[in-house]
């Protein structure tokens, strides 16, 4: 019994203690440069591999945000956690945040991000040194990632993704902290839907109605997340997390309800950059401090999902 303990307490710590090998791999999408990273521990065996589909906003490959000061490298850090567990990650920085790009990036869909995420799997798939694949959409990636799967991938897990029409989600935010502008924004909307341009955007709208945007939001205004996840034949992991303050349970509960096969989970402390916190004011801060905890218990969930 003595040599049988011994055994259960070695091969945790041989597994955590495994090289992790990094590469850097700039895939092309046409003229459009998605450069990303490749990380998975040194291992004789295939391992499953996760591409991670990024939020709204010019993210990249690491979770963090240079205009706007978000610096929570929370996917950098799920990646570290995950690749810990025996599970590759790829992650790659978002067309809109690639300065090369910026000139060449015309008027942008929800189409193009979708167009992206299967560039990188198409360099997968081809790629023996991995068993299996996986996608993981997070927020705004979750729509995308829903339309995004292939034959090749194995499972889908859904972090955060809205349950209802972009218009809709925008308008019941800013309702939780301005009626006043949430009607301002389902008018822009419904003139925007109507006349294809917001002739005259009200100056605290602008971040979201500014005239290079409105385009962008037409094309996603017409996409339904629960029409999207119906279509999903593959196993689903839907998670949200409990202190989630963009998308919120109602969300979560719309899509569990569309899926109902699929393995779904609320997740404690979490909130949205995939933090463990315990007030408002830690809510706000992990946006833009990466020394909060990321969520163990999301990291077990993929786990689990992904080798059950």
Known sequence: MKNLFLIIVVLPFVLFSQKIIQ???????????????????????????????????????????????????????????????????????????????????GTITLLDFVDDAKIAIAQFKKDTRFSSLFLIGHSQGSLIGMMSITPEISGYI?????????????????????PDL???????????????????????????????????LKSWMFLDPIAEIKKVAIPILLVNGEEDLQVTQKDF??????????????????????????????????YFQENFPLSSKLVDLITLFINP
Do not use: C, W
């Open 23 to 105: 590469e850097e791999l700039p895939l092309k999408n046409r003229e459009i440069e998605l450069p990303g990273t490749l990380s998975f521990s040194e291992t004789q065996t295939k391992q499953p591999l996760v591409i991670f589909i990024h939020g709204s906003g010019n993210i990249d490959r690491n979770g963090n945000q240079a205009s706007v000061g978000i610096k929570a490298n929370y996917i950098k850090t799920l990646a570290d956690s995950l690749n810990k567990r025996g599970i590759a990650f790829y992650r790659y920085d978002k067309r809109t945040a690639t300065l090369s790009n910026l000139n060449k990036l």
């Open 182 to 216: 949430a009607k301002l924004a389902k008018e822009h909307f419904e003139e925007l839907m109507a006349t294809d341009t917001v002739a005259s955007v009200h100056p605290f709208l602008i971040q979201i109605f500014a005239p290079q945007n409105q385009q962008f």
């Open 158 to 178: 859904s972090i955060a993704g809205p349950g209802q029409s972009i218009d809709k989600t925008i308008i019941e935010q800013l309702n939780s902290q301005n």
């Open 253 to 286: 509960q719309k899509l569990k309800m569309a899926q109902p096969n699929a393995k779904t989970e609320l997740v404690p402390h979490m909130n949205h950059v995939l933090k463990d916190v315990y007030s408002k004011t830690e809510n706000q801060n992990s």
